[in-house]
């Protein structure tokens, strides 16, 4: 019977863990107990302080509701989607759109608008047009590709925020025409901070972070034989362009509603963003990101 | 605006805790964060995969209860416990008595008992005694310490996982002599399971670990301006002595119930074992584990 040091419990650990039968479990949870160990003994971390830490945990746990995924919230203002992101983004790298977070705030079931429609049901702010074409990796057009858009209001809520969160608003699916043309009126979106009243928030605060997003457009493009594509984009004149709580913009995204000859509703300032999408590769999932009602079904 | 990779996300990560006020969150937080990120980029994380890693964690939340604590049980069969208690010993190495986890299995406010007394209220196999002194580091007597004890039956389970777990069995208080002496009967307790019906249970389960502990009996013991403490004794003869799934067995804290010329209840087999606590370091806690009611509790 040898005593267990904070090194030899390490090897005690991966030891009971050898015979893990699925290779890819067993590389998974070797690499995270090695991680967590070092970061104990980096940090000398103290019985006190481990408890602090389990009942954050606990904390984010019991913050995650249908329409709230407080660890998700975490992994983003850690960083740590960022990283998963930029791994997948290497392999698929010069293969379509970059992608972006897709957040807590997607909901299923939008309702399908006729395009050219303007997804705000009670705009108090001058409307701007987004057009542009999805395209394969080609550039050849993917007809009938399926445009999910959602994004805060000129407020920086989100529907889900709203006292009346039965009804959608500021969001909305659109069928693209035959060449893969899309096109919808909506107002420009404000910055808004991530949810503040939980654990994840006290913490963005205790670390003195001004935990704002920057104004942006959620999309999920989908079309069959291709890689669904979770992206956003931002506008540039957003003050926090440069300093994402969440670490989820990339300079190809960046956008400027603009008067444009041709935009499709003449008079309004348009964005004009055409994506790309990739072939899928068989068995594989797009992004980061969850339906936060499906992880917090019991 | 510089595109993330991979690497400079982790950068762009701790820039932005940089301004965390309180200089150990920032310490703590930054280490996560680097090691967070190394485990991912290490294992080259999948966004399934992470996915995965969200429901697990949300599950293992959720499963936190006023008396069950998920996400200690995480931490004790990854090893993280028993890393941060190495390190809480070696600071405290040749003070005192050896501790061990606490578990998830106390409870506050058990009955206070007459030296003597069985804790048992059934019990249907032999009885054993326990009996020894509680001393200073120097050997010297720390009368009318408390010590309170807290054990499985001798079919494995605690009170809190009977049926009638309101009524509180299988553990006690008991307030050490004039001499620091206690002594008290019992059942000898047999080994047992974590809990297998949640998460960390199915996680186990997918790494061919049998999930058990070795039969112990658990003891937090107190006296004033002296370090608490928390340990437990281990049967030298279970089957699972060398493979604890929570790492808590220490060579000096194994025993046998032997015959005992000098046991105070003559007859029966008897462990003894003396207990040494330290002298109190002030604002110190004594080590990891958690009352779950507290952590539960919203």
């Known amino acids: 019977m040898q005593d267990l040091d904070e090194f030899t419990a390490t090897d005690a650990a991966l030891a009971q863990m050898a015979a893990t039968p699925d290779p890819r479990l067993k590389e998974i949870a070797d690499a995270a107990v090695r991680h967590l160990h070092a970061f104990v003994r980096d940090v000398n971390l103290t019985p006190a302080e481990w408890l602090t830490g389990i009942a954050f945990l606990t904390q984010v ?51 399908e608008l006729e395009l050219g429609a303007c997804i705000a049901r009670h705009p108090s702010s001058a409307q701007i047009v987004l057009y542009g074409q999805v395209t394969d990796n080609d550039g050849a057009p993917l007809p009938h590709a399926l445009v999910q858009v959602w994004q805060t209001s000129e407020h920086g809520l989100y529907d889900l925020q709203a006292a009346d969160h039965e009804n959608m608003d500021l969001r909305a699916n659109f069928r693209c025409d035959a060449e893969g043309r899309y096109h919808f009126r909506t107002v420009r979106p404000l910055g808004y901070p991530i949810p503040m009243d939980g654990p994840v928030g006290q913490m963005v605060r205790a670390q003195n ?11 999920l493009i989908g079309a069959e034989g291709h890689r669904e594509l979770v992206t956003a984009l931002y506008f540039g004149d957003d003050d926090h362009i440069d300093s994402d709580t969440v670490f989820g913009v990339s300079g190809s995204l960046v956008v400027t509603a603009a ?19 990739a072939r899928a590769v068989e068995g594989e999932m797009g992004r980061v990101g969850a339906d936060p009602a499906r992880l917090a079904a019991e």
């Open 209 to 219: 972070r001004h935990g704002f997003r920057p104004a942006h457009i959620h999309f």
């Open 61 to 111: 746990g019991k913050a995650c509701t249908p329409v709230r995924q407080e660890f998700i919230l975490l992994s983003d203002v850690l960083g740590v989607s960022a990283v998963v992101n930029a791994l997948h983004d290497k392999k698929a790298r010069e293969l379509g759109t970059q992608s972006s977070l897709l957040g807590p705030f997607y909901r299923e079931g939008a309702p």
């Open 259 to 277: 008067e444009d000859p041709k935009s499709p509703v003449p008079g309004l300032k348009a964005v004009h963003f055409d994506f790309r999408l």
